[in-house]
């Protein structure tokens, strides 16, 4: 049973994000019932082009882990699992599952449920559970079922004319699906502006992951995997934008004053991996021994976006994608990624969430580990799924935390 | 220095331990059932390790750590360190050069690396699962019809080692009972399932690699079945604790004595 709570924040405009995320979802709502289409949408499809098509977009792993966070996952995940659903299958996929399919046997959604989808959307980045789930939700509530494609690059960035001739393709197919569901013709210049604004969003995200290399850090994960929410589900938005500068600022001036997330650390961590989305009061564990989780691995701005490549939009997003390093990165790209931001952030240890849902990343997370323990980086490996809380233990977890704190204090 | 009793506390799964050092003698110690009520059990394991003493009581005891799962209950403790530390300290003051501890307890089990002092380098554990625990022996145990302490001694009497395909103590169960049924020998059923657990252990040991020298720890430690093949296994001699279900409340009472004199 989890007896813990959220995250404690150390911003005063990382608590605006839930006011933002529970306006988000009312609004979903608000204009499906005006008539607008809905399009349920995998993590990675560009919520700008469904802005310029005027389609509302609802993200459901996202939902998922606002369902998590409520601790409202395991009787999702169960009703998912009576339908039939193994257990080893995505957290994500199975609590949703349990919501179209058993809504009798489910307590109330929160945010008053999801607005009803016209059709779904899926990119095969990073995760390809998706693609089965998101089939069997195309079947289940009889919708159209797009798949949109990206290339991985095993080498990172790349100039590949291959990649990115595919990705403009496979962006004017999802364009062009979008059309068809529509009826609206695609206009280029609203995601001009989209992807402007989103390109000068990420700017300030980037500033501000850099900011936190402070020392004593201003703003650590406890803060971070909040507030990145808007940068991942409002991206291409003023509202997105104007969080980010007033965050930045909040930043800047506990620098200003010398205000860390401790007053005076001992050491300073790195949480690799989807956090345990009902338990995030873990990120401040170790803030009682004078430890700070700085950084996390996933979800973080590591470069500058690019700047526009192409007149045409389209074009544009299709080189950005493929001549930028990021997702899909390769296990090795990962790898130095999190040793040389282990250096930039001082680190001292690294956290490493397994998660047993999944797949993708938990063999990733294994490769990491050794390689940090190789450098002579202390980790500490810590299996719970990322959203069903049936998994945790909360007397096993929080001695592992100890006894790495203890390994820690010992090596200072 | 003076006189200075200092005690740690173990509060594992199955057993409670008490250890009373004086500066760096052991003066006692104690092993009781935990039960199921945690705070009578580390007040009763306190109590009989003092009453071993020359009439000291809870009052001279300068600071008390607690460990074990247990440890954040124990009302008249001065603080808390996790048996991982513990283990490796507490096995290090016995054997110097050690610098691999396998703590094979009642229901976890752990490898551990240490330093020269004592300090905790790695961890790695398994609580999980049964399988490579007190636990698993125990059930094994009651099905093949013997007393726990025989079992090791009759699975080196074996005349073939019977592989056990699972590595769960629950479906092991039922495929021990499938082989006595079938009239296969106990010993040598029993030789299997030592196997299997030395296995088990030795992917933990793997994973953050042996260094010389070797120390088990815990109940299991006892259990010569498992020793010997453990041994084997690793081509390293096991140094062995006297009493190795104490080690994690001795290191506790070393941590304690630290404490001390770091004041």
Redesign the interface.
Known sequence: MVTSTSARKALKTTLEVPTLRRSYYARTLDESQKGKKVAWCSNNIPSEVLDAMDVTSVFLENYATVIAAKRLASAFCAAGEKVGFSQDVCGYARMLMGYILARDQVPEAPYGGLAKPDFLLVNSYSCDSRLGWFAAMSRALNIPLHVHDAPHQPDGASDSAINADYTERELRGLVAFLEEQTGARFNPERLRKRLDLSRQTSDIMFEINELRKAVPCPMGSADMFTAVWPAMYMAGTKECEDFYSKLRAEVEEKIAKGIGVVPEEKFRLMWSGIPFWYNMSLLNYVEDFGGVVVIEGFYRSRERRLRAQDDDPIRDMALSSTRQRGWPATIINSIDDVLDAVKEYRINGVVLSFNPSCRLSYVSQMELQRSL?EQGI?TLGL?CDMADERTY?E??VK??L??FV??LL??A | MNRVITAGIDIGAATSKAVVLQNSHLLSYSIIPTGAESVTSAQRAMDEALLKTDKLSLEDIRHIVATGYGRVIVPFANETVTEISCHARGANWLFPSVRTVLDMGGQDCKAIRCDEQGKLVNFVMNDKCAAGTGRFLEVMAQVIGLPLEEIGPASLQAKEEIRINSTCTIFGKSEVTALLRQGRDRQDILAGLHAAIVNRVYTLLRKIGIEPEFAITGGIAKNTGVVKRLEERIGLRVRLPEEPQIVGALGAALFARDRLLEK
């Open positions: 323990e202390p299996e233990s007397g096993q001695t592992r100890d006894a203890e390994r010992a090596k």
